[in-house]
């Protein structure tokens, strides 16, 4: 069954202070792994595909990368504004819909 | 350009009442999706258009649950009989035509239900 697990539920940062999401992912055959970002009371807003093991993206503080069996969203120096829940999700064997993890919320202070 | 837009934002109903919810895809998407966020879960897939094939409605979770999509555009999601569970985010997303499955969707605002 196709299964996709995020980790940590929640994630506190000081401004400036790097860290790291993870999603783990179980699929038959990855037709592609995406990022989202959701702010509260909006849908998610496309950040990131990745298709093949070894492949890496980036997008201002935001770094994503992929393994054979994981992703990590690499968050360099965090600011507030990047304040938001970070989902990942991955396709569905018939290709008809996303898979998506429970997401990371993440908070980041000044 | 547009996006996705979904309409009402917000709808409050009796336990019992039909509902009907609303999603303009982008311009030119032939692919729409219907996915439902309850509170502490992921994003739950409903049902898939493309084009004029059969939707895909495996994602349905009851026979209360009905959509559809009228000229490859516009579509409607329609609860009969609304019960408090039903009480969720529902999200509406669109894109092109899927080739080998690596389109990217683009999500909607989401309609907030809550049945009272």
């Known amino acids: 069954e196709d299964q996709v697990t995020q980790s940590p539920e929640a994630l506190r940062l000081q401004e400036g202070e790097s860290s790291s999401l993870n999603c783990s992912y179980t699929v038959s055959g990855l037709r592609g792994l995406f990022w989202y970002r959701q702010d509260p009371g909006k849908g998610p807003e496309f950040l990131f595909t990745?298709?093949?093991a070894g492949e890496e993206k980036e997008k201002e503080r935001l770094k994503a990368t992929l393994t054979k069996k994981e992703s990590f969203l690499h968050i360099t120096a965090p600011k507030p504004e990047d304040s938001a829940t970070y989902l990942c999700?991955?396709?569905?064997?018939?290709?008809?819909?996303?898979?998506f993890g429970k997401g990371t919320t993440l908070s980041v202070s000044s | 350009g547009a996006g996705v837009s979904q309409s009402p934002s917000n709808k409050v109903t009796e336990k019992g009442k039909d509902v009907e919810l609303r999603c303009d895809p982008i311009?030119?998407?032939?692919?729409l999706y219907w996915y439902r966020q309850s509170l502490g879960q992921g994003l739950e897939f409903l049902i898939y258009f493309q084009g004029n094939s059969a939707p895909d409605k495996s994602g349905l979770p009851s026979d209360r649950f009905s959509a559809e999509r009228t000229g490859g555009s516009v579509s409607t999601l329609t609860i009969q009989r609304t019960q408090q569970e039903d009480s969720a985010v529902y999200l509406c997303?669109?894109?092109?035509?899927?080739?080998?499955?690596?389109?990217?969707?683009?999500f909607g605002p989401g309609t907030r239900l809550l049945v009272l």
């Open positions: 990745l298709y093949s």
């Open positions: 311009s030119g998407h032939t692919a």
């Open positions: 997303a669109s894109s092109l035509a899927p080739r080998g499955g690596q389109e990217t969707q683009y």
């Open positions: 999700a991955v396709r569905n064997q018939a290709g008809t819909a996303l898979i």
